[in-house]
C-alpha cells in the first residue's frame, strides 16, 4: 500500500515550495533590475548613444534607470537634458569628465562622487568630491 500522499495534500510542504520559488523570483528579479552605465561618448543624459553597459564598450544602451550605477568617464562631458524621474544608485563622474545640466534640473541618486566638473547649471562649478 503507497502511504504517501502528493504534495497538494501536503498544505506545509505546497508552503513552503510556494514560499522559496517566490524568493528566488524576487532575488532574480531584483538583482536584474539594476545595471552598470558608463559614458562612452560626450552627449545628452537621455541618449542612448552616450551610453554602454561596460566601460569603454559599444554604445546603445539604455539610459540609466532606477537603482543603476553611473560612471561618467574622463574626457567625456554628459549633460543632463531631463531630470532624473528616479533613484539612481550612484553616480561617479571621472577625473577628466564633466557632468553639466545647461538649465537647473533635478538628479535623485543616493550618492554622487565628483573627481571631475560638476556644472549645475548655474555660474559656478564644482571640482570636488561631494
Avoid at 502528493?6 to 514560499?19: D, Y
Avoid at 537621455?46 to 553597459?53: L, V
Avoid at 545640466?101 to 554622487?112: K, Q, S, Y
Wanted: charged share 10%; hydrophobic share 40%.
Amino acid at each position: 500500500m503507497n502511504t504517501t500522499r502528493p504534495l497538494m495534500k501536503r498544505p506545509n510542504a505546497f508552503l513552503k515550495l510556494s514560499l522559496l520559488t517566490l524568493l528566488a523570483m524576487l532575488l532574480c528579479a531584483s538583482t536584474a533590475i539594476s545595471a552598470s552605465r558608463y559614458s562612452v561618448a560626450t552627449g545628452n543624459w537621455s541618449s542612448p548613444a552616450t551610453w554602454s553597459a561596460t566601460s569603454g564598450g559599444d554604445s546603445g544602451a539604455s539610459v540609466p534607470a532606477s537603482g543603476d550605477t553611473v560612471t561618467i568617464e574622463g574626457g567625456y562631458t554628459v549633460t543632463l537634458d531631463v531630470n532624473t524621474a528616479s533613484t539612481i544608485n550612484s553616480i561617479t563622474i571621472s577625473a577628466g569628465a564633466t557632468f553639466s545640466a545647461a538649465t537647473i534640473r533635478t538628479v535623485n541618486a543616493t550618492t554622487i562622487t565628483v573627481n571631475g566638473t560638476y556644472l549645475n547649471g548655474r555660474s559656478e562649478e564644482h571640482t570636488s568630491e561631494l
